[in-house]
Structures are given as C-alpha cells and as structure tokens.
C-alpha cells in the first residue's frame, strides 16, 4: 500500500499543554481511516496541525505527490489545500447567504487561474474559466446528490444537507485526501445512513482519501478500513474495527464510556 500522508513524531504544544505528543500516523492510498479518541483528545489540533492551521512544535508532515515525498510543515492553509488536502469543520462553515451553486464555486478558487484583471475586463479566458467553474460545481452538486438545492440560499437547507454541502465545497479542490471533522454531528439516523454512502461513494468513484474523525463509533466501525486512537495527544491503538473494538486499552480509555455507541 502507498502512503499518501506521513506524519512522524508530531508534537503541538499550547504553553504548558501537549495537545499531541510524539504522534505517527500513516494514511495509505484509497483508505477510509479514522482518528477518535475522548473529548480534547487532540484530534482537531491534527487537523489543524497538518492543514496548516497551526505550525507543530514538532514533527514532519510528508505528502507523496506522484509518488515523491514532500514535507508541507509551515505552509499556508491555501497552499495545503491547493497540494491536494481538503477539510470540513466541526460546526458547519458555509456562506449563508450564497446559493448552494455559489458555496461550491467558490470551492473551486484553489484550482483557478484567472486573476484580479481577468475578473475586471473579463476577457475570453475569464468567461470560459467561469463555464468551466459553474459546470464543475453543479457536477460535484450532482454527485453529492444536492442538484435539486442549486439556487437555494445554503441557509434554507435541511441540516443534513449543510453538511453535504461542506463535503461538496471542500470536493470542489480537487483533493487527493478529504478529512472531515465530526460529519455526522447532529445528523438524524437517516442523515447518517447516507452520510455513510457518500463516503464509501467519494472514495470508490472520485479517487480521494479519507480521514474522518468522529464520534459516532457505529459509523466509524462501519466505515473504517484503519482507525486511530489517541487519548492525550497521544497513539495509544491503530488497527481494524475489529482490533480496536477489542483493544483492552482503548476499550478503558474510550469505548467503555457512554459516547460508545457501537
Ligand atoms: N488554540 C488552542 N490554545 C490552547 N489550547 C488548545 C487550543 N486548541 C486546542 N487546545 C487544547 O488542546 C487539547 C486538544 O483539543 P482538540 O480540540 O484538538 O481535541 P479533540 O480531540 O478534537 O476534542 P473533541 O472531540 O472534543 O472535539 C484540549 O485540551 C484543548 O483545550
């Protein structure tokens, strides 16, 4: 199996507090993964850490582009993004106030090329720039299964379709590796049900990765092909669902307490 991202030996501390220590984690080409671990765990400071949101203390984070390495510590999170990593967000980020078309396209910001003046004289290049950017959107729209909301303000949608809607915008990037921060919060069963055909979709059908992190353990343990565990900041399992749900250590640290639901 090919790595697709190589984090080794990363540490981000805030003062005092080690949110994650000494933490290795390999994501591998075509596998739905997934970080948990209890409350404060340090599992959105990874994804902080390697979207650029935060700089680590300490530690590599090495993507494989066609197969080279190369280490992506320190940059922007535009730039991480345009290098083929995606994110959503524990509470749902979107433009209320654009349409369902606008929240995509502007998704597609990373992968454009015209610029500032292009947009003002709108020349040939900006206007097929544009039909290229509208027709891509509404075909992540329909691939997501959201085509019916095109032109409803993003504000209007049901819940379960806001969340979609990120998994669309953060699509729109074009990325090699999505990671998704808590997708199924507030999700009824029904939401998650076909939260779960969506990913097992992006991934058989639009050649990404994911990483997700996320409390609803029947989820995880339905979707995972590799979970991770940590408890504070730091490894403490990795395997399959089943290794994990048997795991003595993560049965004591995280699975014997109530958000178990499995
Ligand atoms: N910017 C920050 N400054 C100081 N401490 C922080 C910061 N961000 C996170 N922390 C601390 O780092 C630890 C890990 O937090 P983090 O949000 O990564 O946990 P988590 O596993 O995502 O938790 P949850 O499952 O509740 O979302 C917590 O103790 C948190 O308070």
Redo the contacts with the bound molecule.
Sequence with gaps: MKPILEVKNMTMA??G?R?LDSLDICIHAGQIAALI??????????F?CITGI?KPTKGDILIFPKGKQERINGLKPNIVTKKGLARTF?NIRLFESMTVLENVMIGCHPITKTGVLGAIFRGKATKAEEKFIVEKAYSILEKIGLEMYVNELATNLPYGAQRRLEIARAMATNPFLLLLD?PAAGMNPQETKSLDDLIIKLRDEENVSILL?E?DMKLVMSLSDNIHV?DY?KKIAEGTPEEIKSNPEVIKAYLGDESYNA
């Design positions: 805030f003062g507090l949110a671990g209890p409350n404060g765990a340090g599992k959105t400071t990874f902080n935060y524990q808590e992190i409390h940590v900041g």
